[in-house]
């Protein structure tokens, strides 16, 4: 409720109340305690009458109060006075009073803890017996914000799909009089509202949530984390398990190719040490041409003799067959020289 549906409220409230433009001598409360959040702003109604005259001559109005847990509202701190007369320094710039006869409405702006308690009103004029206290006050109770969550599997974890819906309340308090906003991850969200709804709850949502009054932010319900236990875990699962099996199949096929790569380098490098020899022979003998005639014969009884203690160790034959055989090798290599 706005403070003008607030005042439109009461002004109506008083026209139907007996006595209250009467002649009696009164202060009028709300029956029940007014309930206010921290940080919030909270208007107390009130409403006042005195008889325009009496036998001590009329009646004029001079000044108007109120005071806190003060029972005659005499010579004390003030929450307001009409004459900013010895005002609490608590309530100096956070309370103002918006009555005039015969409202008394009272206002108090960013609530906090200690202003809890009773709150009185106090009238007077001129004369001593024109003084009037309403001794039985109104009671304001300061609560705090907190946050329920209502998911649509009941009380078990909320999980993706879900029907999921925060609800912003103030226990045994009304919060028809505040404006409440929502944040996300210490970030303000649009809207107004008591209720944050998902439907469904997707992963993106998760995060850690706080509601508080929108005109006051730095007083907020306690946080909760939404979706972020479990969110995580269907996150992870669904990024990193096909990344891991990607990465299990590079591995094999790496591992593979190094092995057919390997294989291929002994081949090949047997056929090089195979070619590699062949080649020193060509090379050799392309040597021994470039030779004058005797010292070629010399290099070629080397090479010759050199052929010829080869076999005769790899050999397991008769001793004169292979005395025919190395004659033969080393006339063969003679005439190749030639």
């Known amino acids: 409720m706005g403070l003008r549906d607030t005042l439109y409220f009461w002004s109506l409230t008083l026209l139907t109340l007996p006595g209250v433009l009467g002649a009696n001598w009164g202060v009028w409360y709300p029956d029940k305690p007014v309930c206010a959040v921290r940080g919030s702003t909270v208007i107390i109604p009130c409403s006042y009458s005195y008889p325009q005259s009496d036998q001590h001559g009329n009646v004029t109005v001079k000044r108007v109060m109120w005071c806190h847990n003060n029972r005659n509202c005499i010579e004390s701190e003030y929450v307001c006075h009409s004459n900013n007369t010895n005002i609490n320094p608590e309530f100096k710039s956070r309370a103002e009073y918006l009555g005039n006869t015969p409202n008394c409405t009272l206002k108090i702006k960013n609530i906090m803890s200690q202003d809890s308690?009773?709150?009185?009103?106090?009238?007077?004029?001129?004369?001593?017996?024109?003084?009037?206290?309403?001794?039985?006050?109104?009671?304001?109770?300061?609560?705090?914000?907190?946050?329920?969550?209502?998911?649509?599997?009941?009380?078990?974890?909320?999980?993706?799909?879900?029907?999921?819906?925060?609800?912003?309340?103030?226990?045994?308090?009304?919060?028809?009089?505040?404006e409440l906003t929502w944040l996300k991850d210490k970030q303000h969200l649009p809207g107004t509202n008591a209720t944050l709804e998902f439907s469904p709850f997707y992963s993106r949502h998760s995060g850690i949530y706080a509601c508080a009054v929108k005109d006051n932010l730095k007083f907020t319900s306690p946080e909760?984390?939404?979706?972020?236990?479990?969110?995580?875990?269907?996150?992870?699962?669904?990024v990193l398990l096909p990344v891991v099996a990607g990465a299990l199949v590079i591995i094999v096929?790496?591992?593979?190719?190094?092995?057919?790569?390997?294989?291929?380098?002994?081949?090949?490098?047997?056929?090089?040490?195979?070619?590699?020899?062949?080649?020193?022979?060509?090379?050799?003998n392309a040597e021994l041409k470039t030779l004058p005639p005797a010292e070629r014969q010399s290099q070629e009884e080397e090479v010759s003799y050199s052929t010829l203690h080869f076999h005769t160790t790899a050999s397991t034959h008769n001793p004169a067959v292979q005395e025919n055989q190395d004659n033969a090798v080393i006339y063969s290599s003679v005439s190749r020289g030639e």
């Open 117 to 178: 308690g009773t709150y009185r009103f106090r009238f007077e004029a001129e004369k001593e017996e024109h003084k009037w206290t309403g001794q039985e006050g109104v009671k304001l109770k300061v609560t705090e914000l907190t946050v329920t969550v209502t998911s649509s599997r009941g009380n078990e974890t909320v999980r993706e799909g879900d029907s999921v819906t925060l609800t912003c309340i103030a226990k045994n308090c009304s919060l028809g009089q505040s």
């Open 224 to 238: 909760i984390q939404l979706g972020n236990n479990h969110g995580a875990a269907f996150i992870v699962a669904g």
């Open 253 to 284: 096929c790496v591992r593979r190719r190094r092995t057919k790569s390997n294989k291929d380098s002994d081949r090949t490098g047997n056929t090089q040490r195979v070619q590699a020899v062949q080649d020193d022979g060509g090379s050799l």
